[in-house]
């Protein structure tokens, strides 16, 4: 996929492309960031008959992006029927040739890497090898289900009732259509990976990606095409969440959804009103704990990461860090020089380590949060600032110290790159600490003792602990099922879990020889007498 200006985009470093939001219809000075006939032959893939579009334009340089059709209540309506029917074909389709299907899907997500990248880059803003962990995640998450599902929703034997006699097979069925509300800040790890498992198990997919970032949602779509998964099994609506939300939960089977834990509660209870399953990840205020034991380089380089990262657009992203009296200043030297030697840009370059917010409206937050803490006495160790000469809505990665509970930022989540410093001596306030609030997504622990820190994570009240690593090595094992306790969230993805939730459980009994019920001429009492005799002898040989 071609792009305006594919490696070094002229002014970075010195101020964006184009000096505003410039319409190419209108203005001469500006340029398409994609040429429009690239974007029409992704954006056809949306079912949408309204007429409408929504405009949006790059966090790299606040240039025109896409017009992205918007689809009506009708057009939801729609793409259900088709699912469905498209559904009923596939379900009766070998997992043998499901896995094929996804194995070249695997293979064309990294045969296209270079145009996915620049996609991402450009609709969401994210440093290059950020995005190149998206479409390293989604392949593997490929691959793992087309290696695993059959694993993971084979049909079981399990116990009888009457050993020999009573055969139980547990069966694990499609739901039928599964209903994907994805947000913008991994858009193609979130928008594919979710849904893949789901088609693994024999559903189809309505997907519903953020229209900031749809182009890259599309792309993905338009591999899994490529790669031979029948059309219709995966149909993409566009438009409001609150418009088409309602009529998504309503024709959807379950409902897969990535983003605020105060629209998750709203889902949550649509689903309820339904009774169909629903599978949350939501908010999080992340903590990460450095013991007195830990490795204070090694820490330091983690902490960039866990913090930083796509700008700290980033659900298990670090947003504090409590530090042990004992290494606590040699560690902030190391972090706070860390974090000011990070490269800064909006580029499609690999040197770059941290990109732009990818909207004003973020940008606004994370400013709204960082002036309230600096107001009520707050320190900013390093960055506290907005870049415009970088692009439009750049902030630096910030580091602040004496947070107070009467700040905004001390148990709300930012989204955005700030972190805020604490101190502890006893390793029992840490934990009741890093507890305290709401949410419990993830939490990292840094300890040269792996045992330690093990025991330190069971008491903590998260879904995910990384031990020395921020939250790659939960969220890189495909393995490892992710998801949130308390407000972060409900459901995991990830692993067994992360198929079989797109399934049915369905109990099959075959009773063989003999009968449940009074026989050979028994009376009711003597049939009764004559299985306690078997239920005490079942006991004493340990069966269950």
């Given amino acids: 996929m071609s792009a305006s200006n594919p490696g070094h985009p002229e002014g970075v470093g010195g101020g964006p492309l184009v000096d505003g939001p410039h319409d190419p219809e209108h203005d001469p000075r500006a340029s398409y960031v994609l040429e429009p006939d690239e974007v029409a032959a992704l954006t056809e893939r949306v079912l949408a008959t309204s007429g409408e579009t929504v405009s949006v334009t790059s966090p790299l340089t606040g240039a025109p992006l896409a017009n992205i059709p918007q689809s009506s209540a009708a057009d939801v309506a729609e793409a259900y029927r088709r699912a469905r029917v498209a559904q009923a074909a596939w379900a009766r389709t070998p997992m043998e040739q499901r896995a094929a299907v996804m194995l070249r899907l695997h293979d064309l997500l990294l045969e296209r890497m270079p145009e996915l990248l620049d996609i991402i880059t450009l609709e969401n803003g994210k440093a290059r090898k950020h995005a190149y962990d998206e479409v390293a995640h989604t392949a593997l998450t490929a691959r793992y289900y087309a290696r695993m599902s059959g694993k993971h929703v084979m049909s079981e034997r399990r116990g009888g009732v009457i050993p020999l006699a009573t055969r139980i097979d547990v069966n694990h069925v499609p739901k039928g259509v599964v209903g994907i509300i994805s947000p913008w800040n991994y858009p193609l790890t979130m928008a594919l990976s979710d849904g893949l498992p789901a088609l693994m198990a024999g559903n189809a997919v309505v997907a519903k990606p953020d229209a900031q970032t749809m182009l890259t949602a599309l ?95 980033l659900c298990v992203s670090t947003e504090r860090l409590f530090v042990a009296d004992q290494v606590y200043d040699r560690f902030v030297e190391r972090f706070v020089a860390r974090t000011k030697a990070m490269s800064l840009g909006a580029t499609l370059d690999w040197e770059v380590d941290m990109g732009p917010l990818i909207s004003a409206d973020q ?157 050979f001429g028994l009376s009711a009492e003597q049939y009764a007498k004559v299985q306690v005799l078997g239920l005490k002898m079942l006991n004493k040989l340990g069966r269950a």
């Fill in 219 to 313: 792309m993905g779509v338009k591999l899994m095409d490529e790669a031979g998964f029948p059309r219709d099994l995966w149909q993409v609506v566009a438009g409001p969440g609150r418009e088409l939300g309602p009529a998504m939960i309503e024709r959807s089977d379950y409902i897969c959804f990535t983003g605020s834990t105060a629209t998750g509660k709203l889902i949550a209870k649509q689903c309820a009103e339904r009774l169909i399953g629903c599978s949350l990840e939501l908010g999080g205020k992340n903590p990460l704990l450095v013991l007195r034991d830990a490795d204070v380089q090694r820490a330091a380089e983690g902490a960039v990461r866990a913090s930083f990262s796509n700008a700290g657009q």
């Fill in 363 to 519: 940008l606004e937050t994370v400013v709204a949060h960082v002036d309230d803490a600096m107001a009520k006495g707050a320190r900013v160790l390093a960055g506290g600032r907005a870049r415009p000469d970088l692009a439009p809505y750049f902030y630096e990665p910030t580091i602040l110290e004496g947070v107070t509970p009467d700040m905004t930022c001390f148990g709300n989540e930012t989204f955005g790159p700030v972190v805020s410093l604490y101190r502890f001596h006893d390793e029992s306030d840490a934990i009741a600490r890093a507890n305290d609030g709401e949410y419990g997504l993830n939490c990292a622990i840094f300890s040269q003792d792996g045992a330690r820190a093990r025991a330190v994570a069971r008491q903590i009240k998260c879904g995910t602990v990384n031990i020395n690593e921020g939250f790659g090595a939960t969220f890189g094992s495909l393995a490892a099922p992710m998801g949130g306790m308390r407000e972060s969230g409900m459901g995991r993805r990830q692993g067994e879990e992360g198929i079989r939730r797109y399934t049915e459980t369905q109990s099959v009994g075959t009773q063989r020889f003999i009968k449940l019920s009074p026989q």
